[in-house]
């Protein structure tokens, strides 16, 4: 979470990107070139299939969530986050248009947790499970997509605490599971954030689920969507493009609207952000709550609900309008390749690949390791 204060850097950083100049559904199938398969065709051209309709509607909910560290109980909280979404689906299914996408925000079912990782590991939960189980059915009786993100734990990865966005169709089933693809990081000097994404584990990842669900984008009749919880981070959001994105959906909490209108803008895409309300007497509760928004591909907003407050947003997209005769942005990557080729990132990949007792417990753990292993605070250790 970003302080308001702060949230000029989203101009700046969104500026580089200007450097860089039927039920049926699908994640993209790429052929494959020797043993890395084509992420992005050569042509301009992307991936799709067939629409069933011109126009499509999307949903954004924002809404309060529990806290469930602070329920009576884990399962109290979550039975009670989870009611709530329930009749947040019941409102965007029986009021207004249909929907055919409906996006929560970063936290729906567990409230924002705190302390150690020991702590709030505790607080996750498993996809699938119970509760994915549960809007399935929601989503297949409404006849809509559910989108959502989680703090998630997986018995493949112990120990770690992630950050999942299951995509569920309208049949009810987990399409994709989008994890966070990097945390921001240097924002905040009090510490750094502690959950794992795909870049400090980057090679295992890859081992594990392939190169092409690094930046994947679910084909479906309504478009082709990618989903994500990463902020000020302009260069996402360009590969997400690269990948054939039309609707790039968005969870993440104290978000920075510029960041959201810019990416829809200078990628060619629709996107929307989910925000969740935070109780008025909680401190910062106006600086980090709120906002939630719906753009078009120029950036500019279709819908908003600007304040800190629980609201139901929604707007068209015409989806076959925009499909119509679009190919990819057109990047200068040869121009800029030389700069990029010499860039090195301050923390190298897989810097999460670590036993599970040796994973940093707090903010201020994260930050310590990220100082030892930093290429530019330690560039003699290079």
Not at 211 to 239: C, H, K, M, R, W
Not at 247 to 254: H, K, N
């Amino acid at each position: 979470m970003f302080q308001k204060n702060k949230r000029q850097i989203g101009a700046a950083m969104t500026a580089l990107v200007l450097a860089c100049g039927s039920l049926t559904y699908s994640v993209i199938a790429q052929e494959s070139s020797g043993d890395t398969p084509q992420l992005v065709r050569p042509d301009g051209t992307y991936p799709t299939i067939p629409l069933e309709k011109d126009v499509v509607i999307l949903k954004v909910v924002q809404n309060e969530a529990v806290n469930i560290q602070n329920a009576p109980s884990k399962e109290e909280g979550l039975a009670e986050n989870l009611r709530r979404m329930e009749q947040w689906i019941d409102k965007a299914c029986t009021e207004g248009k249909k929907p055919d996408f409906i996006l929560f925000n970063e936290f729906p079912l567990t409230g924002y947790s705190s302390g150690p990782r020991d702590e709030k590991i505790k607080y996750t939960i498993e996809v699938p499970g119970p509760e994915t189980d549960r809007i399935g059915n929601l989503a297949r009786e409404c006849d809509t997509y559910i989108i959502f993100g989680s703090y998630a734990r997986d018995a493949d990865w112990p120990g770690h605490i992630l950050s999942i966005n299951p995509v569920i169709n309208r049949q009810g089933e987990i399409v994709q599971e989008y994890w966070k693809t990097r945390n921001a990081t240097r924002y905040d000097p009090s510490g750094e954030i502690p959950t794992t994404t795909i870049e400090n584990v980057r090679d295992k990842f890859r081992a594990k689920y392939g190169i092409a669900q690094e930046y994947p984008v679910v084909q479906t009749e309504f478009g082709n969507i990618a989903v994500s919880t990463v902020q000020l981070d302009p260069l996402t959001f360009v590969a997400f493009a690269m990948r054939g994105t039309e609707i790039m959906l968005r969870t993440a909490t104290g978000f920075n609207p510029l960041d959201v209108k810019a990416s829809a803008f200078y990628n060619n895409m629709y996107s929307a952000m989910s925000n969740i309300s935070i109780p008025a007497d909680v401190p910062g509760a106006n600086d980090f709550g709120g906002g939630s928004l719906i753009v078009d591909n120029r950036g500019e907003v279709l819908a908003q609900e600007p304040e800190n407050k629980e609201a139901l947003i929604e707007a068209e997209i015409n989806i076959a309008e925009l499909r119509k005769n679009r190919l990819l942005p057109r990047y200068p990557m040869e121009m800029v390749k030389p700069v990029f080729d010499q860039f090195q990132q301050e923390l190298p990949l897989n810097h999460l690949d670590l036993p599970p007792e040796e994973l940093p417990q707090t903010r201020q753990d994260m930050k310590d390791y990220l100082d030892r292993i930093s290429r530019w605070l330690n560039p003699q250790e290079e």
